[in-house]
Structure formats: structure tokens, C-alpha cells
């Protein structure tokens, strides 16, 4: 795996059929930084950009791939999560017209200067995210405590006490 530029120019990319393979820091990944545990990893990169003949529309396929650590919202404890991301966009500039497109068909709109490699990475990770990440329920620490718990395992409510009138707790 080489190094990958700071910043790429997708229409250049397209035109030649170009393929970015290699490593980009989280480090450079504000946003997503934000929701790990620590910084110190990089993400796979494997992006394709091709230009079709007849229809001159550009567009960008690949696979991005990282571990990261993140915090489980169960239980507020450290976990562990791949994040996989499998791009499949049209490349469009702005002011170029979405309607000629497929609809449903994903774009994504850039100016006219380069696209920083990190940002495009960081985005479409921040879409594989988890919106809560948690471990799986029988593998969290606070299984104990959710409602119907783990097959067989006896449940603790820390609320039970809650459930019963104030005057009969004294």
C-alpha cells in the first residue's frame, strides 16, 4: 500500500481511471475523531474512479475499512467496532444537473478545487457509523440490567424500587 495525496482532483482521477489504494490517518478526521476512543489508527483505502464513454458521468466505487474504538452506550465501557464503507457515487461538479441521473442514484457535488482525500474518507465513514454504538446485548457489561436480559440470566433492575409507592419504601 503507497502513500495517498492530501488532496485529489476526482474529475483528473475519473478521466484517467484512476485507483487510489493505500492508508489515511484518523488523526486528520475531526469529526469522526470525535467519536473514538483514540486516534492512532488509519483506514484502508481502495477507491476506483471511472468515466463513462457515453454519458461522460464520472464516479467514484471502492471500499474503506478501519477499527476503531468507540464507547458502547449501554454501558458507557470501551468497544471495539470495524467500520466498513463501500462508496458507489456519481461525481458531480456543482451546477452540473442531477435530473439526467438514475434516481436513487447516490452523488456526491464538489467545486472546482481539489477535494481533501481525509474529508472524503471521513465522510463516508461518519456514514457507516453506528448512530449508537453498543456491544451486542450478551456481550455488554450492563446486560444485567436491560429489560429481558440474556436468555436464562437473571435480570436486576436497579428501578424495581421505583415501581413500589414512596410511602411503602421507609
Known sequence: MGSLPATVDLVLLAEKNARLIGRVAVRG????RALLEDDS??????????LAERSNLRRM??????????TCQRCLEPMSIKLMAEPDVILLRQGELESSLLSGADTLT??????VLAEL?????????PMVPMHPL????????????VKGAATENPFVELARPKRDRN
Open 61 to 70: 466505487l471502492g471500499r474503506l475499512a478501519v477499527s476503531v474504538n468507540t
Open 138 to 149: 450478551d456481550e455488554c457489561p450492563a446486560r444485567r440490567y436491560v429489560a429481558g436480559g
Open 41 to 50: 489508527v488509519e483506514v484502508e483505502v481502495d477507491l476506483a474512479f471511472e
Open 110 to 115: 464538489f467545486g472546482q478545487t481539489p477535494v
Open 121 to 129: 474518507v471521513e465522510g463516508e465513514l461518519l456514514l457507516a457509523m
Open 29 to 32: 478526521m475531526a469529526r469522526l
